[in-house]
């Protein structure tokens, strides 16, 4: 039976409840922005007891259908004050949904500063100490936990680094991977900083005993499952050692520095001199040189075919970091000047061993370094000071509270962001769907709401222009595909072979309807997707958004961008006209 698991933390007590009827097709973002819309006052504060964070498996997470172990995370931003869904893949998220638990609630506050543990098992959900765990980096603690609670087979883990303890606005909620690296981020938006607000350092989840994730017509679902399958493993960028599996996602490096695009020293810039040092290509020949083996992408979550996630190894060979995504090379490399891979691998682990956003600390430093903090390519200094953030310093504090509040400490006009979330790694002066997409957001400047970079860079579901501006209805399109894949629960690369193989993007269809029983044909992906948006939308505009905040820095419209010499010169009423108002 689908249920609701609520945790408050107010006085640590846990109940499940019946997934109420008007849920019963909802799951991942539709089912937490839906909560969310419904139950959070948006004009509460994110860091205050009003405030609740949600957790929803997708659609078919939990079953066999392929890449898709993602978790949707859900709550009111620190970051941004508006709405937000976050979601990472990780094997947590097949463990609820096998558990029958449709959406785990978060809610309350404890009067005390007290951190606690919560398990979540079939039966509900019980309540430890957490406080020995606190102050530490997350690859200490992680293997404590697992040892303490069954291991690695019994559960998965969530929780929260020091950045999520002292409520800094840059800090993520980390899932393990399947080797129990505290590594897989939800990682946008300082949700992490709203389970710090509610003394929630863990929550661990054990399916002991849980049953297969039922199927309402598995025919159906076994059609729609092979359908996808095979459209995975025949794209060139998702087919096994197709580009995502041999060079991981940073093999978009070289692609968008070529295209000009390529944020650099804090977005003055739209190539990169050193982007060649940082690429895909430049971390599979250094982990061949270093380990000898040319096979080190792996899946980093159950029953992903794709299997993009990459391992950086130090010169002796040992690991150093997991995983360096294009996101991340980008905003700790290109966009700070540092083309050191060992030590763009060094922030992120550093980011991830604090619990915080890669692209947010990138975007922070590199604002920090125009402010005057650092010289732009000086890799022993930005490392240094993000080890200010984890000791939360002053200064550490002003850094996780994001690029903006860095910006206005260091009197910095170009802070690239959007309602106060740091633009991620696709200048949109040189691309202007995402730019648009940045700009009409929910969630701020957030390139996962609309990839539009497939068909105006990549060529999939077509070749557009990228300095063409007339994008309303694509970047439309997409956010509305998007917000329903972000429901399936399958990972955002399968929009690559979907969008340009027909019988994938059917597949997709099938499978949510042979687990929910339901006769969803390819209209309902755009129904489905604009009821998300209009949820996450009211959401905002009670908590006070109007179009006047749908727009980029006004820096972008004078200051033209190399090689292009592009301005962003999309009108107002084009942007405004994406959702027509
Ligand atoms: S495609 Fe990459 S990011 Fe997506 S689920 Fe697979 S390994 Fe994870």
Redesign the pocket.
């Known amino acids: 039976m689908d249920r609701i698991l609520r945790v408050d933390m107010t006085d640590r007590t846990a109940a499940l409840e019946p997934l109420p009827k008007r849920y019963k097709q909802r799951a991942g973002r539709w089912l937490t922005s839906s909560i969310v819309h419904d139950e959070v006052p948006a004009t509460c504060h994110p860091l205050g007891p009003n405030n609740k964070i949600v957790f929803s498996p997708g659609i078919v997470t939990g079953t066999s259908s392929p ?1 898709s ?1 993602r978790i949707s995370v859900g709550g009111k931003s620190p970051l941004t004050g508006t709405i937000k869904e976050a979601n990472a ?1 990780t094997g947590w998220g097949r463990r609820l949904a096998r558990l029958g638990i449709r959406a785990l609630v978060v809610e309350g506050q404890p009067k005390e500063d007290d951190f606690w543990l919560v398990k979540v098992a079939a039966d509900g959900a019980t309540f430890e100490p957490a406080g020995e765990w606190t102050g530490k980096k997350l690859s200490e603690v992680y293997p404590e936990v697992f040892s303490k609670h069954g291991g690695e087979k019994a559960i998965d883990v969530c929780s929260i680094g020091v950045a999520g303890e002292r409520r800094m606005a840059a800090s993520g909620v980390c899932f393990n991977d399947q080797e129990g690296r505290p590594s897989r981020y939800a990682g946008r938006g300082g949700l992490g900083a709203v389970l710090g607000s509610k003394g929630l350092k863990f929550l661990v989840v054990d399916d002991t005993g849980a049953s297969d994730v039922p199927i309402a017509d598995p025919e159906r679902f076994d059609e729609g499952r092979r359908k996808m399958a095979a459209a995975l493993n025949e794209h060139a960028i998702t087919k096994p050692k197709g580009a ?1 599996n041999s060079y991981g996602t940073a093999v978009l490096v070289n692609i968008i520095n070529e295209a000009g695009a390529l944020p650099t020293h804090n977005f003055r810039l739209g190539r990169f001199e050193g982007a060649a040092k940082i690429a895909g290509e430049a971390i599979f020949q250094g982990n061949k040189e270093r380990t000898g083996s040319e096979l080190y992408n792996h ?3 159950p029953g ?1 075919i ?4 990459n391992t950086w190894h130090r010169a002796d060979g040992s690991e150093h970091t997991s995983c360096l995504e294009y996101e991340s090379a980008w905003a700790l490399g290109a966009n700070c000047g540092i083309d050191d891979l060992d030590q763009v691998a060094e922030l992120n682990q550093l980011c991830n061993e604090y619990g915080l956003d890669t692209i947010e600390v990138g975007g922070t430093l590199a604002v920090a370094m125009e402010g005057g903090v650092a010289r732009f390519g000086d890799g022993r200094r930005a490392i240094e000071l993000v080890h200010e953030i984890g000791r939360a310093t002053p200064l550490g504090r002003i850094l996780g509270s994001g690029a903006l509040v860095t910006g206005k400490a260091f009197g910095v006009e170009r802070v690239p962001h959007v309602k106060g979330q740091n633009m991620p790694a696709y200048e949109p002066r040189a691309i202007k769907g995402i730019g648009m997409t940045y700009a009409v957001s929910t969630m701020g400047a957030d390139h996962t709401s609309g990839y539009t970079i497939a068909p105006e860079i990549l060529g999939v579901s077509g070749k557009l222009d990228p300095l063409n501006p007339d994008k309303a209805e694509l970047t439309r399109n997409f956010q509305y595909a998007t917000a329903f894949i972000d429901t399936t629960g399958h ?1 955002l ?1 399968i929009a690559f072979a979907i969008l340009d193989i027909a019988a994938g993007f059917e597949g997709m269809i099938n499978e949510c309807n042979g687990v929910l029983g339901t006769e969803w044909i390819d209209d309902d992906v755009t129904r489905i997707g604009k009821e998300i948006l209009d949820l996450e939308r009211e959401f905002n505009r009670r908590a006070g958004f109007t179009k006047l905040d749908d727009r980029l820095p006004e820096f972008m419209t004078r200051e033209t961008l190399p090689p292009h010499d592009a301005v962003w010169d999309v009108p107002d009423r084009v942007i405004d006209s994406v959702f027509g108002r």
């Open positions: 890449t172990s893949g995502l899946a980093c979550s992903c794709i299997r993009c996630s990972c690369f």
